[in-house]
């Protein structure tokens, strides 16, 4: 235990509080474990905690509704914060910035659909899906379900840049069945042309 303190740098801890809370937080709990318990159950206790961590930072709703960057042929950024990024009329595009899975899957789904209330006159929702590199059978329900509610409103979802294990989970669903041939493709450009079209 007496050489664990020999081990802890200032300078190190302060730059995980500055740059990342989570890990300074594990940090912290598993030098206490250490210290408290022995190191063995330190290290089985600052594992736990960097994945109950990672687990709440992913089940949030975390995303942000995009628009065409100027001077670039084929550019999506973030809108808040960037004034000059234009949404497209009648669309509203949208990218995960956590992967899409059962604990935040519903979560995910109202606000998605509080995006494009907000929006009266919208006809289109393009979700980004890139950073979901899996899909469980949850989730496949809350897209499928997303659908069916955005259709009551006479809105169709589009998603973009669905990398292959993510198809294929959603093609033995049934949910591009439901979905249809010409409303998912490999960028968010194309998902706006046609859903223009």
Do not use: K
């Not at 509704?65 to 042929?73: A, F």
């Not at 469980?136 to 259709?151: F, I, K, R």
């Amino acid at each position: 235990r007496a050489a664990v303190w020999r081990l802890v740098a200032r300078a190190s801890w302060r730059s995980y509080v500055v740059v990342c809370g989570a890990v300074f937080f594990a940090g912290v709990v598993g030098g206490g474990g250490v210290v408290l318990c022995a190191p063995l159950a330190g290290f089985g206790i600052a594992i736990l905690t960097s994945l109950v961590a990672v687990f709440y930072g992913s089940s949030g709703p975390r995303m942000g509704v995009l628009g065409r960057i100027g001077g670039e042929v084929a550019g999506w950024g973030r809108l808040r914060g960037h004034t000059s990024r234009r949404e497209v009329a009648g669309i509203v595009v949208v990218r995960l910035d956590a992967p899409l899975f059962w604990a935040n899957a519903a979560a995910i789904e109202d606000r998605l659909l509080a995006e494009v209330q907000r929006r009266p006159g919208t006809r289109a929702l393009v979700l980004d899906l890139e950073a979901t590199s899996q899909l469980d059978t949850t989730s496949a329900d809350v897209l499928e379900h997303l659908c069916h509610e955005l259709e009551q409103c006479d809105v169709q979802l589009y998603l973009a840049r669905v990398i292959h294990p993510v198809s294929s989970v959603l093609e033995r669903s049934g949910f591009l069945d439901t979905l249809g041939d010409d409303r998912m493709w490999h960028s968010i450009s194309q998902c706006v042309r046609a859903a223009r079209r």
